[in-house]
């Protein structure tokens, strides 16, 4: 799934790409863990809060009511998994 945040002339400046997953990490549409897949971000709107406008609408996703789980790949670290953090703590990092 694909959120994306927009300007006042509707040119898309930043997006999100995210999976809803179970324990084993299948496909599953009321899955317990929300995958981060990629995030994108204009570089002129990197400072405006584009981010926390992104979790806000990741959270309001009909699809993500059941996730209790987030995590994703960073890649400045060889592609390393982050730990698994509980998805209230994703929300108040996006307040």
Known sequence: MVVSAKN???FIYAYA????LNSNGQFEDN??????QDIWI???WRKTGALRRLIRLIDDHDFTRNCKYVYWVREKYNDR???IFPRQRLVKMGV
Not at 17 to 20: A, K, N, T
């Open 31 to 36: 899955g317990e863990y929300l995958y981060i």
């Open 17 to 20: 790409e995210f999976q809803i």
């Open 42 to 44: 204009h570089d002129c």
């Open 8 to 10: 006042t002339q509707g």
């Open 81 to 83: 998994q982050t730990k």
